[in-house]
Structures are given as structure tokens and as C-alpha cells.
């Protein structure tokens, strides 16, 4: 499709599937399901799970019985336009003002320079009707910093910009489908106003009279929506890694390659260990995300009910949590999509592979809802905090409690003698967590060498990003094991379960092994029992590879994929893709007698000469 017809069978598609939500009906849940089938960045992604949940967690009630009926019947279009050309991910740095007129009751939005454009938002460019607009509230010429807004765009009749606005589509990204699907939009404000009453007050407040009332609560809970979005992507990250490794382990198992005996067939190269060893700990991650999405979902909704009450104890490490475990699922879920793709050879550069498609569509999730550097940064800040406080009487709770035991992880050893001994979980626990303190506390003690803890901040950044991802790694190998102690149904699928938890934390050992031994978590001899232990996990998994990739129950249809067909009739069907390329169409191509043909003819008389 051009980028004009892929636009509107978008749109087509998020129309007939809020058709289908209201006229089935759909639960929520099931709602979510659907958007995967969909399976195509919309509008939709933007206004329910970023304008909707924007007016709810900042707006008054008032403004929420006004806008969130007229929301929740599509009957206006909401996108969430934080992003400018210049700023990103310093939000603090937005250059959109919002100054308040007391005289006409009104806040006058403007665009003052080129770089002040809000610039990326979804669902901006060409659809949506309103849009949630961050920018800097200016009260009797005071700058308040960044604050929510609920702007209409365009005119209800016509659709075209309201008076004051300039909007538009921001140009074709990555990929050839992917996410042109979605209108990225910009826009800039000429002066355009608003009523007082379309500030999102929930947390601080403008009065008739122009008076700033600032928040009683937390600043940050202005960032909640993207706190959400930021727990959601997590558990995508296990869905679109599970596709790839789904694909790549089907088809592992039906290519076949050197190692034939006497003519005999060849090898499968899923057999081959170095095929296993990159496939498997992708297939471990795949299950272990999904349950470290499971327990962000439930820490989500914690804190949420401890916000209702007042409660902002915990808003730090869910902020951690998810900005962390959003960089590291996403990353490692962009790297394992590339990795699938090289499992699969040749083929797998195959459009029809579906392994160009994902990955194209997934990796900005690298770099939405927070760079992934700058969101590992976020955890690194709560991690210095954290063990600047040891000591001081205020115990670490939740995913830091591990720092309250710094005295024994600071000096103890691995207890590991024999390769069995990692698939201890008290052992594999403490090594994770040996080494994310002792990374962390390094870090304490360089930055605690600079007189100004900033600049030493600076110096330290690439240290301090290894810190966050050693502490997120050990939050997802800890609700790895978790899970392993909960209630599994099946012996064989818990047995299975179980080799996969190994697999991922051993890899990641074997992955960072300079880390773990620079640290003295571990010796050089523990890391190659661990190694051989890994091995010896892979032959377990071997058997049950595509077993574990079934499991995830994904449709031919929904994979996409020639190479990851769930029959294994993988080159008849290829064959037939190819067929059904458009330059097959003709024998002899279009732009034969215009280029070809002059080309040889001319090599031909120049050879009879
Ligand atoms: C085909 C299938 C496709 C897959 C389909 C899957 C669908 C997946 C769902 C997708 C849904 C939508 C699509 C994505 C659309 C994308 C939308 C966007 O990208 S919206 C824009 C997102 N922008 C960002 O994320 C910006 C990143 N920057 C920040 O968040 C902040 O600026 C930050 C955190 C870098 C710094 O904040 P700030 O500038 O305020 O710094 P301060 O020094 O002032 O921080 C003060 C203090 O606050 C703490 N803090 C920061 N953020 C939060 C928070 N969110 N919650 C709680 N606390 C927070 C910070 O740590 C500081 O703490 P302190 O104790 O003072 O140190
Ligand atoms: C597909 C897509 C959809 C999007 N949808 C929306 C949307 O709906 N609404 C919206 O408002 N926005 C949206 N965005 C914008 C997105 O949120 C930002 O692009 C993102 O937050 C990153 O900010 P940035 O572009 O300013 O990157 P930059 O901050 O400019 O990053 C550039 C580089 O600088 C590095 N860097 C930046 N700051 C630091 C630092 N302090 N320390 C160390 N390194 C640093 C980064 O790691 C990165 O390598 C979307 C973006 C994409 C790609």
C-alpha cells in the first residue's frame, strides 16, 4: 500500500474494531486483545491509552464528567502532544507557552520559536479532534513550568484546524509499513485561546482571578500517564518477543544444514549449540518477561490505589520499576527481533519472514515513552538515593530490600562448587543481587569522590546505566523464580518453566560475565560451571523448543510469517510468496527495452569491434 492507503485502512480497521467493542460487546481485556489482532499502530493506541487516562489522572472532576463521556464514545478524538522538535525527553525544557489572560478568562497558546513545535505525537497530524497539549503555565508573567492542557484542534464540522493552528503530518519514518500506519502529527499555536477551565486542575489550579495554587501533591504525578503506558509496554515487549522467537524456532526446526552422514538427511540447526545459544535465552526471555509484566501490573495497580489514598511512598520505586523495566524488556526485545532474523539466514531478510515487519514496527519502543538511557538514568537516580540512605535507619523495601542485606553482599562469596548448584535459586538470587549492589555501590562511592554530586553524575553515566540494568535484570530473574514458587499446574510445564528461569539468568551471566567478575560475585571457575550448566539446560529445552513456542498459541495468520508456519511447510510456500511478487507478474521485466536491451546491444558491438 502507498503511505495514503495504509493511512486510511488504518483507519478502517481502529473504525470497525470500536464497532465490534460496542457491538459484541467487549470487556476491556478482551478490547486489548483485539488491538493486538489489529495489529497496527492507530489513533486508537493514543486516545485510550494516553488522552483518556490523562484527563482521568489530572483532571478535576468536573472536567472529567465533561470530557471523558464525550472520550469514551469516540465522539471527540484525544492525542497526548508532550514532544516538541527541540525537547523530548527533557520535559522540564518544553517551550510551549500557556499564559493566562485574567481579562478574558483565557489561556492563550503560543508557539514562540521553530524548535517549540510539538512534534510526534500519534494520532496528531491528521485525525484527532482534541488533544491533551503540555506547556509551560505562565500566571502575571511568572513561569510555572510544564503543565496539561485539553485543547480542541479542529472544527467538529469539517475537520479542518481551528484558527490559530497549524498541524500536520510529520513525514514517513522507518520501515516500509511499520508505523506509517500512524500520523505523527506537528503542530504550532499562533495565539490561540482557551477557556481557564480546560487546564487539567486535578493538581494545581488558576484562579478567576490569575492566582497560581501549586500541588499539594507530588509534581510528578503529572507524569502518571506515561508511568502507565510505560507498565503496559512491558508485557508487550514478552508478546512481540515471543512472535520472533516463535518464528525462529519453527523454523530452526524444519532448516536443515551440513552434517549429513553417508547422503543421509542433514542436521536440523536448532541441534547446533550456537543455534541454541542464541535462540534459547530469547525463547526464556519471552516467558519471563510476561511474568515480570504480570508483577509490574500488579505494583501498577498498588500504587494507583495508594495514590487514591494519599499514599505517595512507593510512587519513587514504581517509577523505577517501570521506566526501568520498560528500557531493558524493550531493548533486549529490539536486539532479540534482529537475532531472530539472523537465526533464520537468508530467508529470514525475507519480507515475508514477518521478522523485517516487527522489528521495524517494534524498535521505536526503544526510544517512546522515554529514551531508554535516559529512563535507565531515572533508576540509576533512585539506586544512588537508595544506598546513600543505607545506614541511615530507613530499611529498603520492595525491589531495593536486597540493599537492607549490604553488609553480607558486600563480602560474601558464591557458595557454587559444581555446575548442579545453579539451578539452586538462593544461589543464582544472591549472585544477581551481589553483583547489583556491589555495581551500584561502586558507582556511590566514585560519584561521592566529586565535589559536586551533578558533575560527578555526568561523568558517570555510562557506569551508572550498567548499574540500573544489573538491578533490573535482577528484578526479572527474582519474579522469574517468584513465579517458579507459585502454583503451576503440570509437573512437566513447571519442569519446563524452571529450565527456562535458568536459562535466562545463566545467559545473562555468561552475557556479563565482566561485570560479575569484576564485582567478585563470581569466579572465573564458577562462570564456566555455569556455562556448562547452560549447555546441559539447552538439551533439556531442545526437545520441547517448538512445544514452548506453541504455547503461545499464536495464529499463521497473526505471525505473518512463511518461516514460522505452524505446519512446517515452509519452501512450497515460499515459492508461492515469491509467485506472488508483482515483478513476476511478466517474464520480462518493465524497463527491459529502456535500459537491458541498449546495455547488452552495446556490449555486444563493442565486443565485435
Ligand atoms: C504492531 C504492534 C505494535 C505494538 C503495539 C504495542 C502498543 C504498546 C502501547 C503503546 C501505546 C502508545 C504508543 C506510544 C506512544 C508514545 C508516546 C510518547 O512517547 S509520549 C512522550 C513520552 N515522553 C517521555 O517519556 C519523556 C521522558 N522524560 C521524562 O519522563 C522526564 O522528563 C524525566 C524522567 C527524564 C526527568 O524528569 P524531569 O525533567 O521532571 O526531571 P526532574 O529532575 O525534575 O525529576 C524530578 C523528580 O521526579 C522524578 N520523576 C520523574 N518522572 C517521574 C514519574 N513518571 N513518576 C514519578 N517520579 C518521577 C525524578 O526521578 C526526580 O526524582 P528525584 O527524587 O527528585 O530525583
Ligand atoms: C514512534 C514514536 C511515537 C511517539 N509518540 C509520541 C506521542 O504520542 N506523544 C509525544 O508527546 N511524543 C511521542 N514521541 C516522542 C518520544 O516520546 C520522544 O522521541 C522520546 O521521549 C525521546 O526524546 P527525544 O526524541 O527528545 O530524544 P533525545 O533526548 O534527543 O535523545 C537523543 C539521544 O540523546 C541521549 N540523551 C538525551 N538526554 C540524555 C541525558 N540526560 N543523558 C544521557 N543521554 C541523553 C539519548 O540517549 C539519545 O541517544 C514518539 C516517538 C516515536 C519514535
Known amino acids: 500500500m502507498t503511505r495514503k492507503e495504509l493511512f486510511k485502512n488504518t483507519l478502517r480497521k481502529s473504525v470497525h474494531a470500536w464497532k465490534l467493542i460496542n457491538e459484541l460487546p467487549l470487556s476491556d481485556d478482551e478490547s486489548l486483545m483485539l488491538r493486538h489482532f489489529m495489529d497496527q499502530p492507530g489513533f486508537l493506541d493514543l486516545h485510550w491509552r494516553m488522552f483518556v487516562p490523562a484527563i482521568k489522572g ?29 525537547h523530548g525527553s527533557n520535559v522540564q525544557g518544553l517551550e510551549t507557552t500557556a499564559t493566562f489572560d485574567p481579562q478574558t478568562d ?8 521553530q524548535t517549540s513545535s510539538k512534534w510526534w505525537p500519534g494520532g496528531l497530524g491528521k485525525v484527532s479532534t482534541h488533544a491533551v ?21 479542529r472544527n467538529m464540522d469539517d475537520h479542518s484546524p481551528l484558527p490559530g493552528i497549524t498541524i500536520g ?130 505494583l501498577y495497580t498498588d500504587v494507583t490505589q495508594r495514590l487514591e489514598a494519599s499514599d505517595f511512598a512507593t510512587l519513587p520505586e514504581a517509577h523505577a520499576c517501570t521506566a526501568g523495566l520498560k528500557s531493558m524488556t524493550t531493548s533486549a526485545t529490539s536486539d532479540g527481533i534482529e537475532e531472530c532474523r ?39 537516580r533512585f539506586l544512588m538515593k537508595t544506598v546513600s540512605q543505607l545506614g541511615s535507619g530507613k530499611a529498603p523495601a520492595g525491589t531495593t530490600a536486597y540493599m537492607g542485606r549490604a553488609k553480607h553482599l558486600l563480602q560474601c562469596r558464591s557458595s557454587i562448587r559444581k555446575a548442579e548448584d545453579w539451578l539452586n535459586p538462593a544461589m543464582v538470587l544472591e549472585t544477581f543481587e551481589a553483583r547489583a549492589l556491589r555495581m551500584a555501590v561502586s558507582c556511590a562511592n566514585n560519584l561521592s569522590k566529586f565535589e559536586n554530586q551533578e558533575q560527578g553524575f555526568s561523568e558517570l ?33 513447571k519442569n519446563q518453566l524452571k529450565n527456562l528461569c535458568y536459562i535466562y539468568a545463566l545467559h545473562l551471566i555468561h552475557k556479563h560475565l565482566g561485570d560479575f567478575l569484576s564485582t567478585n560475585s563470581i569466579t572465573s ?71 537491458i536491451r541498449p546495455l547488452i546491444k552495446q556490449h555486444l558491438r563493442s565486443a565485435r569491434l
Open 133 to 153: 497539549i503540555y506547556a509551560r503555565l505562565i500566571t502575571d508573567g511568572k513561569d510555572h513550568g510544564v503543565h496539561g492542557f485539553i485543547v480542541q484542534l
Open 106 to 113: 483565557q489561556f492563550i497558546l503560543h508557539s514562540p520559536t
Open 525 to 595: 571457575e564458577q562462570a564456566s560451571l555455569a556455562n556448562h550448566q547452560l549447555r546441559s539446560l539447552y538439551t533439556q529445552v531442545r526437545p520441547n523448543a517448538v512445544a514452548l513456542v506453541d504455547a503461545f498459541d499464536y495464529t499463521d495468520h497473526y505471525l505473518g510469517s512463511v518461516l514460522g508456519r505452524y505446519d512446517g511447510n515452509v519452501y512450497p510456500k515460499l515459492f508461492e510468496e515469491a509467485l506472488k511478487d508483482p515483478l513476476n507478474d511478466t517474464v520480462v521485466p518493465d524497463g527491459y527495452h529502456e535500459y
Open 461 to 493: 553515566l555510562a557506569d551508572l546505566v550498567e548499574a540500573a540494568i544489573a538491578h533490573c535484570q535482577l528484578i526479572v530473574v527474582s519474579k522469574f523464580i517468584v513465579k517458579l514458587e507459585g502454583e503451576i499446574k503440570g509437573k512437566g510445564v
Open 58 to 86: 489530572q483532571g478535576t472532576e468536573e472536567q472529567k464528567q465533561k470530557w471523558l463521556p464525550l472520550a469514551n464514545k469516540m465522539q471527540i478524538i484525544g492525542c497526548y502532544a508532550q514532544t516538541e522538535l527541540g
Open 169 to 298: 503530518d510529520i513525514g514517513v519514518k522507518f520501515g516500509n509499513g511499520a508505523y506509517n500506519s500512524m500520523d505523527n502529527g506537528f503542530l504550532m499555536f499562533d495565539k490561540f485561546c482557551i477557556p481557564r477551565d480546560q487546564m487539567l486542575m486535578r493538581l494545581s489550579k488558576v484562579t478567576r482571578e490569575g492566582k497560581y495554587v501549586p500541588s499539594d501533591v507530588p509534581r510528578q504525578l503529572m507524569y502518571g500517564t506515561m508511568v502507565s503506558v510505560r507498565q503496559t509496554i512491558v508485557s508487550n515487549a514478552s508478546i512481540a518477543m515471543a512472535r520472533a522467537v516463535c518464528i525462529a524456532t519453527r523454523y530452526s526446526a524444519v532448516r536443515r544444514q551440513f552434517g549429513s552422514q553417508n547422503g543421509g538427511i542433514e542436521t536440523q540447526v536448532i541441534d547446533y549449540k550456537t543455534q541454541q545459544n542464541r535462540l534459547f535465552p530469547l525463547l526464556a526471555s519471552a516467558y519471563a518477561f510476561r511474568f515480570v509484566g504480570e508483577w509490574l501490573k500488579w
Open 342 to 380: 539472523k537465526l533464520c539466514g537468508g530467508h529470514g531478510y525475507l519480507w515475508c519472514s514477518g521478522l523485517p515487519e516487527l522489528f521495524a514496527v517494534y524498535v521505536p519502543a526503544c526510544t517512546y515513552e522515554g529514551d531508554n538511557v535516559v529512563l535507565q538514568l531515572q533508576v540509576a
